[in-house]
Each structure stands twice: as structure tokens, then as C-alpha cells.
């Protein structure tokens, strides 16, 4: 049995998310990041060394039992061994080129900057109360010349292309779309896309309506991004 070791509020919901669209039977191993912190809890370094989420360990493919972390290579896995050529475009197609991009892009060059933006806040109003006058300004500093509008070129980006189809690899639904759910998702959280970016917001409200969506959603439970 394919089990998904599952952590509240994070990547993983996307590997939930295409089991449920490919139909794959699965378990779930849920885990709670710590309400402090919010990293997660030290029992996942039982099941991977580096103790992060998504993990799925797997003895029911073509391979044996196996462990396979990073959600990108979950994906892969997935698709190689229960898609039967579902939810990707046929090679030596410009749709192929285009799906092999966003799925690459999505934590190559989206997420760095999300996790950037998330962390320099934090550092913000967590640091000890004498040092957070200083803080405050460096980091709003930083935001303004360097995170911010570097976040407003990538979001005029997606706009652009989801201008050009329905979904971000061409007008069928792939992996792609379920690897880009979740920075778009962490920057809807943040960011009002409803009054300059109609594609975007049109895209994300799509994939929330999508039946495996929800399925993913009522099996892996609460999830903060589902309405960002």
C-alpha cells in the first residue's frame, strides 16, 4: 500500500491531491507541525533523514518497497508507476516542453521567494522585543528592494501564461497545474489577486473546485490555503 506521510499545511496536500485524481488506493499517516515553530515533528525522521514533508513510502509498484521524499520526484514516481500516461502531455509536443517547465519552476523559482518573503516577516515580529525596532526596518528594506518586486514580476508572469490557456501546460489539466497549486495558493494567502490578476485568480479557483481537490482536502483535513 502507497502510504503518505502527511503533514498539516504543507506540500504534501498536493501528493494527496493527485492520488485522488489518478485514482490510486492510498493510506494516510497524519503528522502536526508544532504550534510554536511550526516546523515539523521530529518522529518524521523516522521515515526520512531529513524530517520533512512530503515522504510516501510504497510497496505495492513495480519496484518494491521504497521511500521517496521531495514532491516533485513523489510526483514523478507516481506518475511512472499508476499514471498510465494520465495528466501529461504527449512527448515532443510544445504542451510537454510547457508541463516540464511549471513543474520545475514551481519550487525552483516560486517557492524560494514565497519561503523568503515568509520567513523575513516572521523574523520580523518574532525577534526578541529589544531588537525589534531594529529588525523591523532592515527587513522592510529588504522587502521593498529586493523580495517584493521580484514577487511582482513572477506574478505579472503567471498572469501572462495562464493568459495563453486554460491550465498552464495548454488547455488539459496536468501535474504541472497540481505542482503550481501550491505557490499560488501561499501567495493568495498574501496577496489580493482578484483586482489585477483575474487569470490567476480564475485558475486557482478552478483547481479548488476540482472534485479530487476536495476529496484531498476531506481525507488529508484542515488546510489553511484552501480559500487563499
Known amino acids: 500500500m502507497l502510504t503518505v506521510h502527511h503533514l498539516n499545511n504543507s506540500r504534501s496536500q498536493r501528493v494527496l491531491w493527485l492520488l485522488e485524481e489518478l485514482g490510486v488506493p ?17 518522529s518524521l525522521k523516522a521515515i526520512h533523514p531529513l524530517g520533512k514533508s512530503p515522504v510516501i513510502t510504497d510497496d505495492a509498484g513495480a519496484l518494491g518497497q521504497v521511500t521517496i521524499a521531495e514532491t516533485g520526484a513523489i510526483i514523478d514516481y507516481i506518475l511512472d508507476q499508476y499514471g498510465d500516461g494520465r495528466l501529461i502531455p504527449p512527448p515532443g509536443t510544445h504542451d510537454r516542453l510547457r508541463w516540464r517547465y511549471w513543474t520545475h519552476y514551481a519550487e525552483g523559482s516560486a517557492m524560494p521567494l514565497l519561503v523568503m518573503k515568509l520567513v523575513l ?3 520580523a515580529t518574532k525577534a526578541p522585543a529589544l531588537m525589534r525596532p531594529m529588525v523591523r526596518p532592515v527587513v522592510g528594506a529588504i522587502l521593498k528592494a529586493f523580495v517584493d518586486p521580484r514577487l ?3 506574478l505579472d508572469f503567471w498572469e501572462g501564461e495562464l493568459g495563453r490557456s ?8 496536468t501535474t504541472a497545474d497540481i505542482m503550481m497549486s501550491f505557490p499560488l495558493e501561499i501567495a493568495g494567502s498574501r496577496i489580493d489577486f482578484g483586482s489585477g490578476k483575474p487569470n490567476v485568480d480564475g485558475f486557482v479557483r478552478r483547481i479548488h473546485e476540482r472534485p479530487a481537490y476536495v476529496r484531498a482536502l476531506e481525507r488529508g483535513g484542515p488546510y489553511a490555503y484552501a480559500d487563499g
Open 152 to 154: 511582482a514580476t513572477h
Open 166 to 173: 486554460t491550465w498552464l501546460a495548454g488547455d488539459s489539466f
Open 121 to 123: 516577516k516572521a523574523s
Open 26 to 42: 492510498y493510506e494516510i499517516k497524519p503528522y502536526q507541525r508544532d504550534p510554536e515553530t511550526m516546523a515539523a515533528p521530529a
